[in-house]
């Protein structure tokens, strides 16, 4: 597959959409973000890697961060992980008060807010030392010891929180939140605030794409099972009440970020990451939705 010449024709074909849509301004540190960047990373299995644009711009991966945490977490809890979140579509919000409510405390997926921060509280049960465990794992999947925290943008998401901090104690008052509420909300902003370029985006996802090498990371396993049981989340889950349309469009198990990041797989093929800032009102890319619609189109390789 040329897949040079594919990302060429797509980094042409969506030129018409520049300027259209608008950066997280919500969160003060994310609207200081030129929202006119734009970048595309593809990594295949066998080791090859094509980008056009700003693959190598670190950013805040903002939610695309989820897919590593409930990596770890299900290598720690296994099946009992299940029961203390969903893995149904929500249909609302990604940031909802009235779906916990309705479900009494247990969040419909772990790509929502209620179900990330719920695996952060899990995951301060599990590891030893949560925010230095969590940073190297991340590390080992993009191979880059360079990943890091952007703490700035961490004590700007906590600073205008109020929707999680109400979603977390909610979560306590039902008996689905084991820890201080504030340190599983610091946590919880800190892998939000992860930073990657499109590269490392690519890679770190490819993991989860490779089905010939075994998933170990560290202290991280995972079988072929739980791999695929995460793409299955990626697609159904992946991008808020938006996942039904990307889904429909794409075909790639993804997952989204309020930054304007994306990072897809296509199992057994390649990982892919984008990069464009400006999101559409349900926060996902406007850019990266159109390029993955785009990919899967030219390429004939969704998982349809």
Request: charged fraction near 20%; include cysteine; hydrophobic fraction near 40%.
């Amino acid at each position: 597959m040329e897949y040079n010449e594919i990302l060429t024709a797509i980094a042409a074909e969506i030129a018409p959409l520049r300027g259209v849509g608008r950066q997280a301004d919500y969160i003060p540190a994310l609207a200081k973000v030129n929202p006119d960047r734009f970048g595309i990373c593809l990594t295949t299995t066998d080791g090859s890697e094509i980008g056009l644009g700003d693959i190598d711009e670190p950013f805040s991966i903002q939610s695309v961060t989820k897919v590593f945490s409930l990596g770890m977490a299900l290598s720690h809890m296994g099946e009992e992980l299940w029961r203390r979140v969903g893995k149904e579509p929500s249909g609302s919000a990604f940031n909802s008060l009235i779906d916990l409510e309705l479900d009494h405390g247990v969040p419909r997926n772990p790509f929502i807010n209620a179900g990330a921060i719920v695996v952060s509280d899990i995951l301060m049960s599990c590891l030893a030392y949560p925010e230095a465990d969590y940073l190297a794992f991340v590390r080992l999947l993009a191979d880059d010891d360079s990943v890091d925290y952007n703490r700035e943008v961490a004590s700007s998401e906590r600073e205008k929180g109020y929707v999680n901090a109400a979603i977390a104690n909610m979560l306590k008052y039902y008996g689905n939140l084991d820890n201080d509420i504030e340190a599983v909300l610091r946590f919880y902003f800190l892998q939000c605030s992860v930073e990657m370029s499109c590269r490392q985006l690519s890679r770190a996802f490819l993991p989860f794409a490779d089905r010939h090498k075994e998933f170990v990371y560290g202290d991280v396993k995972l079988s072929y099972s739980q791999v695929k049981r995460i793409n299955a989340i990626m697609q159904t889950c992946g991008f808020y009440n938006d996942a039904g349309e990307y889904s429909y469009l794409v075909g790639l198990p993804g997952k989204s970020g309020v930054g304007g990041g994306i990072g897809a797989v296509s199992p057994g093929r390649y990982a892919v990451a984008t990069w464009s800032p400006r999101l559409n009102s349900k926060g996902n890319s406007v850019m990266g939705m159109k390029v993955l619609e785009l990919l899967t189109t030219h390429t004939h390789e969704s998982i349809f």
